[in-house]
């Protein structure tokens, strides 16, 4: 089972590194978003590291959410999400799978440019390192939460934008402890408590979510 | 349960046991029906009487603070309404329970009306006592939230072509969704913001005089049962909707 399990995410990230320029484009995108915030309040450096937690983790979650739509359409328009169904995997792990594989070409690359992308927002060396790290906790939560709302939409015409409505409430906590464990960070107040309320609902959301996510789609795939 | 659960098997929405239940729930709602409506005529007049004329003016607040007659019971009311969603869809995806999802999509228009509510008054009385209409609080962003969420729960039921399939989507995001109940609860207790705590608290004497906890308590019940009142023509329209599509359905296939 663990063989299939790790050739399923092979699979997917082959897709996802091969097949299309999906991957670029959410690190493409983060860039521009956090570029934007500059733009938007005035190059004042002290502002620019007041704001840079948050625009950092919004850019993030969005960046997020735009690639959600293609976790589950491609395979369901070209049928292979059924046969996968059919397997010897159960559902969930299959969900699980392709939650890892969207994480590793997502959630991954966005903790690995934030670092850079924060720098020019003036952000001090202590929040960097508790900005990666909280990244880290908190983008597989996005990926696992995105992909109940992608199983929840996907047999519908006009699913991606629906994902958005279902999903952005439900990260708002994740948005939450994230930027408050940065701001922790900088202001030296302590990161522990937000870090940690981050891993509990990683470690929820890893349990939950890919059964909600498998009894979604369960149900908008027939 | 269970045995009934066995007994009706996997019964489909145009089976027969389909109508079984809900006809024992017409009638036991046209039974309800005008004791509720007189219960919530009665309820909030009576807790707006009191509220507005006997109780006295708050001694910080002067008579600002009787917003909070509308204000809280909405609030409660936006909690209640949404876990009385959560426990129906619940109901419906585990027992296949046909009036269950009737229900759960009756209620979400009525929640989020008094979701929006507690948001809009809250907001009004902010104004003149924290001197904004709105801070990003915790409870209030919370709140905001469980709006979007009501939202979000009525999108999802009405974006599938096949009710029943929308009704099991929707079920699925309404527990998901269940997370953010107790975030709105606590949220005054866990972060420490401008947002006052509870008010009224089972374990503890409450914060205010009785005078001003009758007509809470008369204005929370009478919101109980206003959403009583318009639940059940709600339920009541959506049987009969079912009822024609079915029949039509039947028409089509003979």
């Known amino acids: ?222 | 349960m269970a045995t009934r659960a066995t007994r009706r098997g996997r019964a489909g929405w145009t089976s027969i046991h389909f109508f079984a239940n809900p006809a024992r729930f017409l009638r036991v709602a046209r039974a309800v029906y005008p004791w509720a409506a007189g219960a919530t005529a009665g309820l909030i007049v009576a807790g707006l009487v009191l509220g507005l004329y006997v109780a006295p003016p708050d001694y910080q607040q002067g008579d600002a603070y009787r917003i909070i007659f509308v204000h809280v019971p909405a609030a409660w009311m936006s909690l209640f309404v949404y876990v009385v969603i959560a426990l129906c869809s619940a109901a419906s995806l585990i027992w296949r329970h046909p009036l269950a999802d009737l229900v759960a999509k009756s209620s979400a228009p009525v929640g989020a009306v008094f979701t929006f509510i507690t948001l809009l008054s809250g907001s009004l009385w902010g104004q003149p006592m924290w001197g904004t209409w709105w801070v990003w609080d915790a409870r209030l962003t919370s709140m905001l939230v469980l709006f979007f969420l009501y939202l979000g729960y009525i999108a999802l039921h009405a974006a599938f072509d096949d009710p029943a399939k929308g009704a099991r989507v929707a079920a699925v995001l309404a527990l998901v969704g269940v997370v953010n109940v107790p975030i709105v609860k606590f949220s005054v207790d866990w972060w420490n913001t401008l947002h006052q705590p509870a008010t009224i608290s089972k374990i503890d004497a409450p914060s205010i005089d009785s005078s001003m906890v009758a007509p809470l308590l008369l204005m929370a019940a009478g919101f109980m049962a206003y959403y009583l009142t318009v639940l059940i023509p709600r339920v009541r329209a959506e049987i009969a909707s079912r009822r024609i599509r079915n029949l039509r359905l039947a028409q089509v296939s003979r």
């Open chain 1, 1 to 222: 089972m663990v063989g299939v399990f790790l050739r399923l995410v092979g699979r997917e990230l082959t897709l996802a590194l091969r097949g299309s320029i999906g991957t670029l484009m959410t690190v493409v995108f983060f860039v521009i978003a956090v570029t934007l915030f500059p733009l938007g309040v005035g190059p004042e450096l002290g502002l620019l590291s007041r704001i840079a937690p948050g625009a950092v983790w919004v850019a993030a979650l969005l960046a997020a959410l735009l690639s959600l739509d293609r976790l589950f359409v491609a395979d369901h328009e070209d049928g292979s999400l059924e046969q996968l169904m059919l397997g010897t995997l159960p559902l969930e792990l299959v969900v699980l799978a392709k939650t890892v594989a969207h994480w590793l070409t997502t959630g991954l690359p966005l903790a690995v440019a934030a670092p850079v992308l924060a720098l020019l927002l003036n952000m001090s060396v202590d929040g960097l390192v508790i900005l990666v790290v909280s990244l880290l906790l908190g983008t597989p939560i996005l990926s696992l939460i995105g992909a109940v709302g992608a199983a929840l939409t996907v047999g519908l015409r006009r699913g991606s934008a629906l994902i958005a409505l279902l999903v952005l409430p439900l990260y708002v906590p994740v948005l939450i402890f994230g930027v408050g464990a940065v701001e922790g960070a900088v202001l030296d107040v302590g990161v522990h408590a937000n870090l940690s309320i981050l891993a509990g609902g990683l470690v929820g959301a890893v349990v939950l979510g890919p059964l909600a996510a498998a009894a979604a789609l369960r149900m908008t795939v027939e």
